[in-house]
């Protein structure tokens, strides 16, 4: 298994330029998550989803929006893209099965973005 | 509003030490706490789980405690290696609800 994989792996961006974020993971998890890290930061969450057709915001949503139509897939799409926008993007996926949850994250390499 | 505090300062110890690192929430009352490792440049790689009706968890050489009335989780490492160098990231989150709060992570550094 790859695990969760990223495209682009660096990207760099002009201000009021979109872009999508591709995240695909090849472990069958229902659950999948979008944060961004910003230097001596933690994750903050952006975007997750609980299944195939379902995402809720996060804490620091605005600015991107989410799809899942697959199981596998996660993109995320920014839209007229800021410097404030720069960071460092991970994808993360889990699988939650049964009632007892486990909650096991699995991380993608991450996507380094940088808006000038 | 909900808060996560890690020392952000770095972490030296000797190899061979047991380093301790520590995890704080204010405002929040979470189902579960975890720590992961984050080598840079990669993403975090989880590392354990503990409940909150659990007040250790052990895993070869890790060990996590997680005290709801203090608010706490200490992180420990045994028998400290230079290969466990990393910065410590805790997170957590509620019952009800799949939005993690991670917090700023703290850097170890053994030193051999």
């Known amino acids: 298994n790859a695990g969760v994989t990223q495209t682009p792996k660096f990207r760099i961006l002009k201000i009021g330029q979109s872009m999508t974020l591709q995240c695909t993971q090849d472990m069958n998890h229902n659950y999948m998550y979008w944060y961004r890290q910003d230097p001596g930061m933690g994750l903050k969450l952006i975007y997750y989803s609980v299944g195939a057709g379902i995402t809720d915001k996060g804490e620091v949503p605005n600015g991107y929006n989410v799809s899942r139509s697959t199981t596998e897939d996660f993109p995320l799409r920014l839209e007229l893209a800021a410097p404030s926008q720069t960071s460092v993007y991970f994808c993360a996926s889990s699988s939650q099965t049964t009632s007892v949850r486990t909650d096991t994250q699995y991380f993608g390499p991450g996507t380094r973005l940088t808006v000038l | 509003s909900q808060k996560i505090e890690q020392n952000s300062e770095a972490l030296n110890i000797q190899e061979g030490k047991t380093a301790t690192l520590t995890c704080n929430y204010t405002?929040?009352?979470?189902?579960?706490l975890q720590w992961y490792r984050q080598d840079p440049g990669r993403g975090p790689v989880f590392l354990l789980l503990?409940?909150?009706?659990?007040k250790e968890k052990r895993k070869e050489r890790l060990k996590v405690t997680f005290d709801t009335t203090l608010k706490q989780s200490l992180f420990h490492i045994t028998a400290s290696q230079p290969a466990d160098s990393a910065t410590y990231l805790c997170a957590l989150v509620g019952s009800g609800t799949y939005k993690y709060i991670f917090g700023t992570g703290t850097r170890l550094k053994v030193l051999a």
């Open positions: 503990i409940r909150e009706n659990e």
């Open positions: 405002n929040y009352s979470p189902a579960y």
